[in-house]
Every structure is written in C-alpha cells, then in structure tokens.
C-alpha cells in the first residue's frame, strides 16, 4: 500500500499543476501521482491528497466516487477555480467535496487558488453585453482576466507549504 496518492481531476491543466507540485513536496517515496481517470480502484493509500477544478462550486462526479469509496483514511483537498477567488468561496468547495467523505474519514485541511480559464468563457461573458447588468458583468469580465495569470509561483509555493503542513499534520497523529 502508497502511504500518499495525490488524485486529482484536471481539465485545463491548472489543477495539474498544484498536484504535481503537492507530488513534489511529499519526501516519502511510497507516493504516486494519478489523474482520476486513469484510478479505476486500483491504488490504495493511507492518506490522500485529493484535487479538483471547481465546476458550479463543487467537484467532477469522478471525484464524488473516490471521496464516497474511502475508508479510515487521512484526507487533504485542494482544486483551483476561475471565479470566486475568496477564502469564503474556497471553504465552500472544501465542505462540497467533504460532504461526499464517509465520516470514518479525517479531513486535514484544503488548499485552493484561482485557475486560468479558456477563452470561450470570456467570448460568452462578453456576448451577455446589454442582456444583463453591465457592472455585474465587468466584475466577472474583470475576474476573468485576473485568473489568466493562475495558478502562478505563488499559488504554488503555497501548495508546496500546504503539503509540507498535511505532513507534519499526519506525522503527529
């Protein structure tokens, strides 16, 4: 048995980065790094760092079936999201994937940041122009744009710090 698996659901890429850095800052070499749709049950652990991108404020329904198939084991969340990017909407989507978690679980913490989306998204928003409130509009324009940069070397450095306290957290247990 892997003493981590980082599991993460990743359809621009920006999720894959802060699981590949979270990969990076485990020491232990019982460790893997695996993108959901390639899980299929095979890989067991003892404590998993589990990622998803946002999509409505909560996760993909291959990451609700990994959460809900867990048992006894230490559980750690991180994702990224283009909107929303407040510590308030960031604890929201920890409790919308924690929520899936049998209660024989431990949660050890999350970590999410803003991620880049694609350019579609922006087309749509700008063709909403006159249909819908023009400064509300702005605000999501204005986001949008802000998280092209993401996830950038802050967003992880503090993955990397993230992962570095889960391991401490799960060595004093």
């Known amino acids: 048995m892997l003493k981590y698996l980082v599991a993460y659901a990743s359809e621009t890429g920006n999720t894959k980065k802060i699981a590949e850095e ?24 003892e404590n998993y760092f589990i990622g998803f991108w946002a999509n409505c404020g909560t996760c993909s329904m291959e990451i609700i079936d990994l959460l809900s198939s867990l048992h006894g084991k ?21 409790f919308a994937a924690t929520t899936w978690l049998p209660n024989d679980n431990k949660v050890l913490g999350s970590y999410f940041c803003q991620g880049r989306m694609p350019v579609e998204f922006r087309q749509k928003y700008e063709a909403c122009r006159g249909k819908c409130s023009d400064e509300q509009l702005q605000i999501v324009i204005d986001a949008y744009d802000k998280a092209k940069a993401h996830p950038d070397r802050q967003d992880l450095l503090r993955a990397h710090v993230f992962a570095s306290d889960i391991i401490k957290k799960i060595d004093s247990i």
């Open 22 to 45: 979270i990969y990076n800052a485990i020491p232990d070499s019982r460790k893997e790094i695996i993108n959901i749709r390639s899980f299929a049950g095979l890989h067991e652990a």
């Open 74 to 94: 230490n559980v750690a969340i991180f994702g990224t999201c283009g909107l929303g990017n407040t510590d308030a909407y960031y604890k929201k989507l920890e």
